[in-house]
Each structure stands twice: as structure tokens, then as C-alpha cells.
């Protein structure tokens, strides 16, 4: 006999999941429905429109991937590049690196530029980038980079990039939700986020957003994408009802109904609203950890993801151990340069309250203190 | 202000997905861990290992991969797929050319044997074809045809590849957990289902199972895998324990729960009752649909899913409307070249109870009849 499934109620402060509400868990668990029924089709359609909103976007090719947030990244790439295309990327961490090896497994020439980490790019390190590849068809960079906290200024990008002809891909897995993400007014033609950030959805979807433009690219394709699974120009039938709806794979239902009701908590708080307490909540956080003494890593922190350095003979994972176990709540380590070296405290979502932070400082005063 | 979310409760008797127990939706829902957790890891291995049961299989490379039954799929091809292998596929239905189409992306050279729909193959087909191909390195064929309902026997057809070198690939989408499934002992390499099936789960995961051969093509690649989200040479570490559980990407965490809830359900049950269920529900159907003047397509019908020509003169459409939309059954249309002759009525997991064909053949006898 198989145990129970008991799991703990954990407060999750680390890079994400980020804690879920008890409301979106009951849209979770609502009866399952076929993925052509009428009334799913319509909970699809509301779903991909509360998308649009919160990614500030008319594109009507904004739809939730049916995998975690790497099968957007990958969706964005097999779709807009062709064997042979030149690429830049920008990489200030994990996911711009990750984005590199997935631009080649697409077969592209990819120029990547690199800065040390925790260092976020200047308008000018970007200009320079499209000087020195006037052919590459596409540059991508990370809005949020999950591994060391840096936020990234898009303003701008995406008017430098259009001169030129490329096109501009995003990652916002860590900012959808809790940073401004104007996805029209900046220019971005392909974007890729999760569900289980600044959305407070458990993980599963990752909602992508392809404008007019990187739709023209996809169309004017000479070959197949390499993925079936992802590939845009049969997904976007059963999506935005081209073709009548036409069966591609089975979307995963309940997943889709708990994303429906995540967006519509986002647009009943208000981006602004939700942007501010972002804001305000990291504000709290920062004063906290600065008076235990604790620094930031990025230059220009998220609100979303707090990097600070750990201390200097302080054991990180046995300070994350106790965390979890005496007072169960996750923040995360170090990711690549920084394993080891740093913590990550997320503040993302439902798990940005006053309430939450409180609680992670006095827990983490303890730890570091006993 | 976003309506709330209320979908029927319908008798899902299509294709899948298949009617969800509540016992599934409540672990749905449960609270979410990180991916890293201690006890989430818990729960993932004994996932894994209750998957190893129903799959019949001491692969220790078993895991339910972050997408739904077409990501498994991927997942097969394009790990064990080198650009330029010959690879030979079984078509005899929508399938099996799904299959092409996903070889033929991978860079393949593919030999596609192709028979009428609604037939199955035979294993002298099979010989036939290895003799034909001798230097393919992989073999694909169709479980359980969901386009047709045919059932193929794969008893023998491992030995006939191994001889020869070859891997074998199953598709196993609508019969795990519904038709007996022997990986080890058929030869079975490389083989996904889908969760939304007989595993009476929402859909989301993949479950997927790769034999040591198949692992060791794997490890022998001069290649990368062409997708990084289905990359198994990564994936491994975090399902299997090796390198400590890299991260690689966030699990689909209450996915997990409800995947761990439908397997634990399948063998409280026991394999071999659960299979004579389904097959005493198919014969209970059959005999139902018989008496309706309706005849089953394939030669060899499997018990998960019975597909019936539509009667000459008979809108099918419009009777699976009125069956959604007065007893909130839902049936499936015919796929592909049945498309508009076809009904497709699944027996899956908790859908192939006594109550649920009896309730089925009635409202079908009335539609019909009025």
C-alpha cells in the first residue's frame, strides 16, 4: 500500500515554486474536462486573454506551452530560428547560457556576449553587440535572471533591434507578475515565462507571447521546426482557432484552469497595485537582511529574487536545512559561479507579503544567530 | 472580474483524457513543494518506482516526463536518434506517422511500412521489414492505435530486433494501465504513455521507460540531443539520483501527486484484475453497440478504446453534441481518414465501470432512436 500524500505546508521563499493559494489549488482540483469541449475551449480562450493583459500585449499568438518554463524558452527557440541563422544572445547568468546551448542545439551561429555575473547590460553593451552582428537574426536576453538576482532595463532594446531587422527574445520566467513586462510597448517579439513565480501557480505551463512579426518569420520558414511537440505553426490552430480548433496534442486541462485563475487574481490586484508590492515587499526584505549584515550580489536587484552573499565561514546549506526544517521554509542556494556562495530569496507572488517577510527575517536572524 | 470556474462533471468516454476519481483531484491539489525538497524528491522516486510496476520493468531510467503523451514521444526520438540513422516505423493510423513526422525532424532517414487503418500488424510484417532495413537502428510501432482503436500485439518482436541490432520504441499512450504491458520481458527499450489515459489522471505527464541498451545508445551519442528540455543525459541525474539531483528544470510538482495518487490506484487494484476489467468492459460494450447495429472498424479492437463506423446517413456530430450537451457524455469523432465515420468510446481507468457502459449504450440508443 502506498503511503499517503501528506506534504508539508511549506512557506516557499526560494526562486521558485513560490507559495500557491488555496484558491488556485481548488481551480487545480476542479472535474476534468476534454480538451475540445466547448466550455474548456472557452476557460482556454479567457486563459490566453488574461495572458495578453498581464503581458500588456495584443499579440493574438499568446498561449501557455504545455510544459514548465524551459519548454517556452525552447518553444521561442525552435520556432523563430533556422539551421544556419546567426543569433546574439546576452549572458549575465544560468539562463542566458542556457539559452546559448539551446540556440545551437536549433543548428544557429550563436555570438554570445558575456559580462561577469550579477552584472546587469547597458543599452550601449547591446548596441555594440548589434554593431558587431549586423546578420544575426534575432537577439535574446533575460528580463529576470533567476541564478543571481540581476534585473535587466528592456526599454529601448527592442526600437535597436528593429532598425537593424532582428527580432527581440525575452525570458521572463522570474518577472511576468511581479516586474512591469510591456511586452508591445517594448518592442519584444517572442517572450517565455512560468507559471510557478510571480504567478503563484504550481509549475507546469509556460505562457509565451510571439508578435506579428516573429509570426511572419515562422511562416516564411524553409524548414520544419526540430520539434513537433512545440511547433508553432500547428499549435497555433488549436490556440487561436485557425483550422477549426484543429487536435494537436492533449493540452493539460487542470493545469490550464489554475493558470485561468492565478491571471485573474493578478488582474483583480491590478498590475500597478501588484508591481508596487513587489516593490515595497522587496524594499522590507533588503532593510532586513542589510541589518543582519547580509549583501546583494546584482548591481540592479529584482524585486522578484533577492542574491545575497552568504558570510564568510557561515555553512549556507545547514542555515537552508534548519530554514526548512524548524520553521519549513525554502529560499534557495547558489546556482553555478555562486553555488555555495550565495541565497536566493524569492518574493514572488502570493509569498510577497509583509506577513512573509517578517516571518523569513526572524527565522533566518535565528538560524544565523543560534 | 473573471467568472468562476465551474466545469460540468461529464462521463468522459472519448479518447481522453478519461474521467478523473476525486481521490487524483484532491492529491492535485495538495499543497505545493519545491522541486528540491527532500520529501518532494520522496514522492517523485516512489513515482517513478510505482511506474516501474505497472510498466513491468526494472529500467531504472523510468520518469514521467514535464509534458504530455506527444512530449514522450520526443522524448524517445530525440535521445535515441542520431542525425543520419535509418529508423523504421509501423504506420496504421494517426500514430504511427506522428512517429515519422517526429523521426524525420530528428534528422533521420526513415523506411515507413504503412497498411490500411484499422489494421494491425503481423509479426511475419515485421520480419519483413528488418529484413528490408537491416541497418536501422531502431524500430517504432503503435501500442495501441488511438485513431483506429487497433490493437498490436508486440509479443516476439523484441527478440526479432535485438537479433538484429535494433531498438525497440513503443507507443503506449492508450494502453497503460488498461492492456497488459510487459516491458522487460516483451524486449521493450524505449516506450511513453500519457497520463490522461488508463491512468484516469488529467493530463500533463509523460510517462516514459528506457531500457539499458537504449541508455547505452545514448551515452554513445557524438551528438547533443536536439532538444535541451527532453535532454535525458541531463534529465537522468535528477530522476535517478545521479550527480546529486541536479537541477535541471522545475518538475511539474502537483502533477506528480496526482500521477503518484493514479498509479498507487492501479496497483491497489492489481495489473492482472485491472486488465480483465477492461477487457470485460469492452466485451459488455461491444455486445451493447453490436445489438445498436454498429460496427467496430479495427480487426483487432482494443478494450481502452472502441471505434465504431458511423451508420450511413447518421450526423455524427450532431450526436456527440447532444450527448455532451443532454448527459454530459463526451464520445469522440473519428481522426484522419475517419474523420466524420467514426466514433471513437474509450474504456479508460475509471471510466470502464459497469454503471458507465450501461449509462453510455442507453443515451446512445436514445440519441440514435429519436
Known amino acids: 500500500m502506498v503511503a499517503a500524500l501528506l506534504p508539508r505546508e511549506r512557506l516557499l521563499m526560494g526562486p521558485g515554486p513560490s507559495t500557491v493559494p488555496n484558491r488556485i489549488l481548488r481551480a487545480l482540483a476542479a472535474p476534468t474536462l476534454g480538451h475540445l469541449d466547448p466550455q474548456y475551449i472557452g476557460y482556454m480562450d479567457e486563459t490566453c486573454e488574461l495572458m495578453r493583459q498581464v503581458f500588456q500585449t495584443t499579440n493574438q499568438l499568446t498561449f501557455p506551452v504545455s510544459g514548465t518554463g524551459m519548454a517556452g524558452m525552447e518553444t521561442i527557440l525552435v520556432n523563430l530560428i533556422e539551421p544556419g541563422d546567426e543569433v546574439i544572445v546576452m549572458i549575465n547568468g544560468v539562463f542566458g547560457g542556457r539559452m546559448k546551448d539551446n540556440m545551437e542545439r536549433c543548428g544557429a551561429t550563436v555570438h554570445a556576449v558575456e559580462i561577469p555575473w550579477g552584472q546587469s547590460f547597458t543599452l550601449d553593451q547591446i548596441r555594440q553587440a548589434v554593431a558587431d552582428h549586423p546578420q544575426a537574426v534575432m537577439l535574446g536576453i533575460v528580463h529576470a ?81 526540430r520539434s513537433w511537440y512545440l511547433d508553432v505553426s500547428m499549435l497555433k490552430n488549436y490556440y487561436t482557432g485557425g483550422g477549426g480548433r484543429a487536435y494537436h496534442h492533449t493540452a493539460p486541462i487542470n493545469m490550464v484552469y489554475a493558470l485561468r485563475e492565478a491571471l485573474a487574481i493578478v488582474v483583480e490586484e491590478g498590475l500597478q497595485p501588484r508591481f508596487e508590492r513587489h516593490r515595497e515587499m522587496h524594499q522590507l526584505l533588503r532593510s532586513g537582511l542589510e541589518e543582519l549584515g547580509l549583501e546583494y550580489i546584482p548591481d540592479h536587484s529584482l524585486h522578484t529574487l533577492n542574491c545575497v552573499a552568504v558570510p564568510d565561514g557561515v555553512d549556507e546549506a545547514a542555515i537552508r536545512k534548519r530554514l526548512l526544517n524548524e520553521f519549513d521554509i525554502e529560499i534557495g542556494g547558489g546556482l553555478g559561479v555562486f553555488a555555495g556562495k550565495a541565497w536566493r530569496i524569492g518574493l514572488m507572488g502570493e509569498s510577497a507579503s509583509e506577513k512573509n517577510v517578517l516571518t523569513m527575517l526572524a527565522a533566518l536572524k535565528k538560524c544565523l544567530g543560534d
Chains 1, 2 share one sequence.
Do not use: N
Not at 540581476?150 to 525575452?170: C, N, P, R, T, W
Not at 525570458?171 to 507559471?195: E, F, N, P, R
Open 145 to 225: 535572471e533567476t541564478s543571481t538576482g540581476a534585473f535587466q532595463d528592456l526599454s529601448g532594446i527592442g526600437e535597436l533591434l528593429h532598425q537593424q531587422g532582428m527580432l527581440f527574445a525575452v525570458d521572463a520566467v522570474t518577472s511576468m507578475g511581479g516586474h512591469d513586462l510591456q511586452v508591445d510597448a517594448w518592442g519584444i517579439d517572442a517572450i517565455y515565462s512560468g507559471t510557478q513565480k510571480c504567478l503563484s501557480c504550481p509549475p507546469g505551463l509556460s505562457p509565451v507571447s510571439f508578435s506579428p512579426l516573429a509570426l511572419e518569420k515562422i511562416e516564411s520558414r524553409t524548414t520544419k521546426s
